[in-house]
């Protein structure tokens, strides 16, 4: 199938690239230093009959180099981070118990694979749709509440979830998906807020990794300005000196405009997407993608809850961790509520009750509210941590107890309509008499 054969290219192309990348960058340097600065504007060859202009040399290397330093420093960290930090979650038990077997079998190995391709395919129809693809099972069955592994979901207070409340599963991986995670196909692994499978450095760019991408593409991207703007002025004033042109200027005329055409639009729509929170995965279906979270039901509605004459009823399904499903002997018939009655001595601090909620199509929970905070969640808060490629994006952090991710209004909204938080106060009536005298 086309999958296949397209990971292969993909994997392919990832060891060719680096390379080719790395001979451009040596190729323009050369051209810039000697045939340009040196050769024409310092110390004019006599064949150019030409004054030297060294102000003129000395800027554009200057320029040159001083760019050259980000250009290198982020592509290191970003290869660095790609290869050893790439925010791969952790394989599943069965997984690992499959992958240390491997080498004993190569009959084993190649089933393996045909079943892994066929995961991928099913896999890369889910990519398209973070929503609908979900596993509700491991291994052909419903995974139980108390799971290993659960633990990091229903200890925060909201998570990404299926329909029933329970986290998506990667018959891959073997093992839960959190929030954001997807499996990429290119590795076989499942990627904490994966953005995309990178050629340029022959891995995955996620959450670890996609600031050093944005500020690699972006200083690349005037570096390449740089050189083609330099190769197209002096190309043309020797042209119209002498009507000859310089092989090496017109190489990089092409090196800077194909590279930098290349990294100004992969700039624009990385930063396009940070400012929206997305990733370029997300991006895929944002129009209509449907979120289900589940979203921590607060004690004090708890205990009105346990009251069997409690008139209120829930406007939405839960779940509950880490014990068996419950569901209260009163629940009205249309709440559709897994909630059970559940005795009051039974009812322990540790109990994880949870609603299930959901956004309208195209609505983005992880959406801050503003461009500025979401491109903070990826590039830092301070003016260095923009511009070096150091410390990593604060949405890399995971100790939150809210979430895995930082959640916007969307989520405020959603929490506030089903009652689990209170909604802003309305104005003092003193205010309000006002407005309305102020309305006479
Ligand atoms: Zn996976």
Sequence with gaps: MATAAQKRVNLA???????????????????????????????????????????????????????????????????????????????????????????????????????????????????SDPEHGLDQNAGGKAFQLDSEGLERFYTKDVFVCQEDGRPPYCSSCCQFKTDRAHHCREVDRCVRKMDHFCPWVGGVVSETSLKFFIQFVVYTSFYCILVFIASVYFTAELRHNTGSVNPYWCVCIGLGGFFGLFTCGMTLSSLQLASLNLSTIENLNRGSAIWTLAVRVPE?????????????????????????????????????????????????????????????????????????????????????????????????????????????????????????????????????????????
């Excluded at 080719?20 to 040596?26: E, F, I, P, Q, R």
């Excluded at 202009?53 to 960290?77: F, N």
């Excluded at 059970?340 to 001595?345: F, I």
């Excluded at 199509?361 to 150091?390: C, H, I, T, Y």
């Design 300 to 440: 004090h509605l708890l205990e009105r809850l346990w009251v069997s004459e409690s008139p209120w009823a829930p406007p939405f399904r839960m779940v509950s961790y880490p014990a068996k499903p419950l569901s209260p002997p009163s629940s009205p018939p249309s709440s559709q509520t897994q909630i059970d009655a559940q005795p009051a001595e039974e009812s322990t601090p540790d109990r994880h009750v949870f609603a299930i909620l959901q956004t309208l199509p195209g609505e983005n929970p992880f959406d801050l509210g503003s461009a500025w905070k979401n491109l903070r969640q990826v590039m830092g808060d301070s003016v260095a941590e923009w511009l070096l490629p150091l410390k990593q994006s604060p949405c890399a952090d995971h100790t939150s107890l809210e979430s895995a991710y930082a959640l916007g209004p969307v989520v405020t909204r959603l929490k506030q309509e089903a009652g689990l938080e209170a909604a802003p106060p309305p104005p003092p009536p003193a205010e309000r008499c006002e407005a309305r005298n102020h309305r006479r």
């Design 13 to 127: 192309v990832s060891r060719v690239i680096p390379p080719v990348l790395l001979g451009a960058v040596v190729y323009a340097s050369y051209a810039v230093t000697k045939p340009l600065c040196i050769d024409y504007l310092i110390h004019p060859q006599p064949s150019y009959n030409r004054s030297p202009r060294v102000g003129a040399g000395a800027a554009i290397l200057v320029l040159h180099y001083v760019l050259l330093i980000p250009v290198i420093t982020t592509y290191a960290r970003l290869l660095y981070y790609v290869t050893w930090k790439p925010g791969y979650l952790p394989l599943g038990a069965e997984r690992v118990q499959e992958e240390a077997s491997k080498p004993s079998s190569k009959r084993h190995r190649r089933k393996r694979t045909m079943k892994k391709a066929g995961d991928a395919e099913k896999e890369a129809r889910r990519q």
